[in-house]
């Protein structure tokens, strides 16, 4: 490390857009590229025996999920801030990512001087965000909006039985009660949760914590 210059290290299985953040970020004042990777084995050999204060990560990698190289390299360097690069602007993969360990979530189409910005705001230990994520995260989630159904004892242990992939005649049998009384708990819990099918009805139970 030289100075106060922040490294950075890159992974991303595109040459163009390698080639293109190396340019622009070795032209940033501040900023020097520490090593570009095109899979996530260079880069996690790259972190055993060198340094980097940022990692731009691209989730889709030929080798390995984003998920799992950004818990690998949170392990292997802890205070590598890692941000996620990716054209995936899905909610559910957002939140992923920052179990896992990372700083920040930026899209690919992100603007340069908002690059530098995130950056910048890791490396001081900020959460970070390009603006299109901001939106997705300032708006409530659809399990977000949605009250929690009141289930009964009998309902909740027929909802695990269901998520388990047990049939009618399974959970009857299991149960010792008829097939129809089963049939009837099963449309009431579609009913209560206002989902089309079970396992849209699951889905939503694990985004509500009943499961």
Excluded at 147 to 158: A, N, Y
């Amino acid at each position: 490390m030289s100075g106060n210059t922040i490294q950075i290290a890159i992974v991303d299985d595109h040459p163009l857009i390698l080639e293109g953040l190396q340019k622009l970020l070795d032209n940033t004042p501040g900023m020097e590229i520490a090593g570009c990777f095109s899979s996530a084995a260079e880069c996690l050999d790259f972190l055993r025996t060198s340094y980097a204060d940022i990692l731009l990560l691209d989730i889709g990698l030929p080798d390995a999920s984003g998920l799992d190289l950004c818990r690998d390299v949170k392990t292997l360097s802890p205070s590598t801030r890692v941000l996620a690069l990716s054209n995936h602007s899905e909610r559910s993969m957002i939140l992923q990512m920052l179990q896992q360990g990372a700083s920040g979530y930026l899209l690919k189409n992100v603007a340069a001087d908002e690059l530098v910005r995130c950056i910048h705001e890791a490396h001081e230990g900020l959460l970070t965000f390009s603006k299109a994520i901001r939106e997705i995260m300032a708006k409530p989630s659809a399990s977000a909006l949605r009250e929690t159904p009141q289930l009964t004892r009998r309902e909740k242990e027929i909802l695990l039985l269901i998520a388990d992939g047990k049939t009618t005649a399974d959970i009857a049998s299991f149960l010792h009660l008829s097939p129809l009384t089963i049939e009837t708990h099963r449309k009431n819990l579609l009913q209560k949760f206002g989902t089309p099918n079970v396992a849209a009805m699951i889905k939503l139970a694990v985004q509500l914590g009943l499961m």
